[in-house]
């Protein structure tokens, strides 16, 4: 073999691939992140949540302190403000038909985050914003016709012809879910860049707590709000691209006769979720075969010899996966961080969680191979194995 063809040059010698990564495998070329301007931190909370809810039920806020503190969250970013309770009081009143504000203050708010994150990314990136060719969007937090991916498009001056793709309403494995489809779309189109961005906020599921509805405890206890932004691509530029990742091998999975585990449902009042309890034990009775399954691929055997970034849909997920899997407990920090720092914040926690493993990898090194995992409605696993180019 020529050491041309070694190095990933054409015959010309007028495309060369970066050093590390193999020809023809998606590669994660830049990440970004964006967020509400107004921080939450968990300590003020409770007070503040019961205030604008109008809610003086001691037997509640016993509960949300609870929830609290058994979340691990320290800080979140949120789009709600005061200036939004003044102008919608409806928001804080329960049983109020208040879809319609929800979705104009989520519509406008999502794109402004989602494009501010993609901002950030291409400026790590470094090329032209007319060298994107194709668009992952996802979110589950704004519902309109065109949607979001075209809003995104045209206020970053992408090409008109750009290829679209939206992926809405699916919750906590949605960004994962991107990762493999910009995957296949980089990987099938030689050349192609990938905008894969996700944009989330709470505004949909914000209300008056209800104990009937226990959940929106939950959600008000662990949820947060923001963007993240990553560009995926095949055969990086050498000296003009920098990869931090390879996307290996991807696989989706769902557990038949689970999907009523995690139920969303749109109303006049916004949406509410459902959760049942026994979801953190669904996920520890087949993670361990989901991840061989990815791990086969790589001939890996030891959990331990991988890094790991999970999706911190909450601790009890995390301390069931470490448990299961007899991971060191240095294995899932930065996913544990990530939570502390933003909370769940749906698809977009995935990207906070794989910003702190670039940082640990180039400043400690460490594993070559890793694998990166959410889960969420269905219930659905994502997961792909990757492999570190640091």
């Keep these: 073999m020529a050491e041309s063809d070694v190095n990933g040059e054409n015959q010309n010698g007028s495309q060369s691939y970066h050093h590390g990564s193999r020809r023809g495998k998606a590669t994660v070329l830049a990440l970004g992140k964006a967020f509400p301007r107004q921080v939450l931190l968990q300590e003020a909370l409770v007070e503040g949540y019961l205030r604008d809810t109008k809610c003086d039920d001691p037997v509640m806020k016993e509960k949300l302190e609870r929830l609290c503190k058994n979340t691990t969250v320290k800080r979140r970013f949120t789009v709600m403000s ?37 901002r950030a990314c291409m400026a790590e990136w470094k090329r032209a914003a007319g060298d994107i060719t194709h668009i992952v969007y996802v979110s589950s937090s704004e519902i309109r016709l065109p949607g979001g991916d075209l809003y995104l498009a045209d206020q970053l001056g992408l090409r008109s012809n750009v290829g679209r793709v939206m992926l809405y309403f699916l919750g906590c494995y949605g960004g994962v879910a991107g990762l493999r489809v910009a995957k296949d779309i980089a990987e099938n189109n030689p050349g192609s860049r990938v905008l894969l961005t996700t944009s989330e906020t709470t505004i949909l599921g914000f209300r008056p707590p209800n104990m009937a509805r226990p959940y929106d405890l939950v959600g008000a206890a662990l949820f947060g709000d ?40 749109i109303s006049e009042e916004g949406i509410s979720f459902k959760l049942g309890r026994d979801l953190p034990q669904m996920i520890e009775g087949h993670i361990e075969g989901f991840c061989r399954m990815l791990m086969a691929n790589a001939g890996l055997q030891d959990f331990n010899e991988l890094f790991w970034a999970v999706h911190p849909g909450g601790p009890a997920i995390l301390n069931r996966l470490e448990s299961s899997l007899g991971l060191r407990p240095e294995k899932l920090q930065c996913s544990r961080r990530a939570l502390m720092d933003y909370g769940n914040a749906s698809s977009n926690t995935v990207f906070y969680v794989m910003d702190y493993m670039r940082e640990e990898l180039r400043r400690e090194g460490g594993e070559e191979w890793g694998l990166v995992l959410a889960f969420g409605p269905g219930i659905t696993f994502e997961g792909i194995l990757v492999r570190s180019l640091k």
């Design 226 to 265: 923001g963007a993240a932004a990553v560009v995926i691509g095949a055969d990086p530029v050498e000296g003009t691209e920098t990869p931090f990742m390879e996307l290996d091998y991807a696989v989706q999975q769902f557990l038949p006769g689970t999907h009523n585990i995690i139920d969303g449902r």
């Design 82 to 118: 005061k200036e939004i309770l003044e102008k919608y009081p409806e928001l804080a009143t329960e049983g109020s038909p208040t879809i319609k504000q929800r979705l104009d203050i989520a519509n406008a708010a999502v794109l402004e985050m989602a494009v501010e994150a993609s």
